[in-house]
T-cell receptor
């Protein structure tokens, strides 16, 4: 089946512009996570949702960052007034409901290909 | 302070040998620990999960151990192959169920034929 998809795959913007990054999780996955990954580092947590409810946004760097998942499916991460330090790979992941049997284990996350954001 | 460390940035081994990667953490009490594989330009892919009350898990050529006293996990790949070359990430799940993960920096493994 289809995996997690993210768009755009690459985004180049000028400092001060707003950007919106989209994540389309695997169908039926209730949890959706946003991470940011710098080169040579592991993913760093930003925020996550269970269904449409934002559970934790403690990883968002500042109030220029926001995220929503209004219908419990697609999510958008918005960065306002971008700065050069915002340049990074932004990754989305999703998880099925806890306790789902089969090939998935509780807490396993399925990652998308990422959006590479470059702020000039 | 809280830290999660993977023993080395890069590890080179000969094909057929066992690769052993280490993950140590400080000031965390994870409910479970996961290992992911990441290839260049791609997102991490889940490999194994081990819970706090489990000592060892196996899956094909992979084995993970978890010592909550030492606060350490070891990840082994036996009979390593060049196709195993990738970056391997350790990740802590701090609560049961679906929660955000805390990732280490990863170890880049190269298996030389």
């Amino acid at each position: 089946g289809a995996g997690v998809s993210q768009s755009p795959r690459y985004k180049v913007t000028k400092r001060g512009q707003d950007v919106a990054l989209r994540c389309d999780p695997i169908s039926g996955h209730v949890s959706l996570y946003w991470y940011r990954q710098a080169l040579g580092q592991g993913p760093e947590f930003l925020t996550y949702f269970n269904y449409e409810a934002q559970q934790d946004k403690s990883g968002l760097p500042n109030d220029r960052f926001s995220a929503e998942r209004p219908e419990g499916s697609i999510s958008t991460l918005t960065i306002q007034r971008t700065e050069q330090r915002d340049s990074a790979m932004y990754r989305c992941a999703s998880s099925p409901p806890p306790g789902t049997s089969g090939i998935s284990a509780r807490g396993e996350q399925f990652f998308g290909p990422g959006t590479r954001l470059t702020v000039l | 302070s809280q830290k999660i460390e993977q023993n080395s940035e890069a590890l080179n081994i000969q094909e057929g040998k066992t690769a052993t990667l280490t993950c140590n953490y400080t000031n965390y009490s994870p409910a479970y620990l996961q290992w992911y594989r990441q290839d260049p330009g791609r997102g991490p892919v889940f490999l194994l999960l081990i819970r706090e009350n489990e000592k060892e898990k196996r899956k094909e050529r992979l084995k993970v151990t978890f010592d909550t006293t030492l606060k350490q996990s070891l990840f082994h790949i036996t009979a390593s192959q060049p196709a195993d070359s990738a970056t391997y990430l350790c990740a802590l799940g701090l609560l049961s169920g679906n929660t955000p993960l805390v990732f280490g920096k990863g170890t880049r493994l190269s298996v030389i034929a």
